[in-house]
């Protein structure tokens, strides 16, 4: 495995500078390498496939035209997961400023409480927890999505983001709760 | 019954078992590239040079400004330290 990183890793590193002397064909390899788990990281931000794809895309094109500023202090996926984080977060706010977000009808919750969601389709649990993330607003979302549902660490959330490990701390725990009393009352209004 | 916690935490474990569609952007990026809509922007380097150069020509100009400002006298002040010779 650490082999594969590492070939991986210089790869993108060839890949890079290859595109900074302007051989743009080298990025469509770098693309090719890490569109499936941008894609996977975007649909926690969009969940409509068209508004999704177009995410995909414009990440790829701010890392494109930010290459210049890659230090490879870091590996490169990093540095383009902090892109998308950005390029993510940057949708949810012009989302909540033209107050598109759509709320999860009642009967989906009866379902919910009516049996475990362990064995409820995972589409469909999905799609209830998103529809209930979309509530909070942005940096709780992305606190959540980032910590909780991808599991990410303390220290991997607060480089995505930019905030302080202690922020995130905060931030996290107080979406959390937020996110809690959203679930009780979804529920309780049954 | 369940509680709150407990069902966010089992929630987020399903959630995280969803299948995310594939995609392929590939051609759409390497279009975006290639009709100039997404260009290399200029990199931190160049950045740098310009506030070197923009330094470079301020710098003498703020020791001149400051010496300069040095040398101008209050014309208030300059009377009354006329004023005893006036007087005499």
């Known amino acids: 495995m650490n082999g594969a ?3 991986g890793a210089s790869d993108d590193l060839r890949d890079v500078e290859s595109c900074r002397n302007g051989n743009t064909e ?3 390899r770098i693309v090719e390498r890490y ?3 941008i894609a996977r990281m975007m649909w926690r931000f969009a ?4 508004t999704h794809e177009d995410l995909v895309q414009e990440v790829f094109i701010e890392a494109f035209q930010s290459l210049p500023t890659f230090r490879a202090r870091a590996p490169f996926e990093h540095w383009l997961a ?3 984080t950005h390029v ?3 949708h949810w706010r012009m989302q909540a400023r033209r107050a598109e977000i759509e709320t999860v009808p009642l009967e989906d919750w009866h379902e919910l409480t009516a049996s475990d969601p362990e064995e409820m389709d995972a589409e469909k649990v999905a799609e209830l927890l998103y529809g209930l993330i979309a509530q909070l607003p942005a940096r709780d979302r992305l606190v959540m999505t980032l910590r909780y549902i991808e599991d990410r660490s303390v220290e991997e959330t607060s480089r995505l983001t930019g905030w302080s490990v202690s922020m995130v701390k905060v931030q996290a725990w107080r979406a959390r709760r937020k996110l809690e009393k959203l679930l009780e009352k979804a529920c309780g209004g049954l | 019954m369940m509680n709150h916690e407990n069902l966010l935490a089992k929630l987020i474990s399903r959630a995280r078992q969803e299948a995310c569609p594939r995609v392929d952007v590939t051609r759409r990026v390497m279009a975006a590239i290639y009709s100039g809509q997404a260009a290399l922007n200029p990199g931190v380097d160049a950045l740098v040079w310009v506030a070197v150069a923009s330094f470079a020509v301020a710098a003498p100009l703020a ?6 400002s040095q040398t101008w006298v209050d014309p208030l002040m300059a009377a009354l330290v006329d004023l005893p010779g006036w007087l005499i």
């Open chain 1, 5 to 7: 990183s590492h070939t």
């Open chain 1, 26 to 28: 080298a990025y469509r």
């Open chain 1, 35 to 37: 569109q499936q788990r």
């Open chain 1, 47 to 50: 969940r409509d496939p068209e």
């Open chain 1, 82 to 84: 902090r892109i998308a």
């Open chain 1, 88 to 90: 993510g977060y940057r």
């Open chain 2, 63 to 68: 020791v001149f400004a400051f010496t300069g």
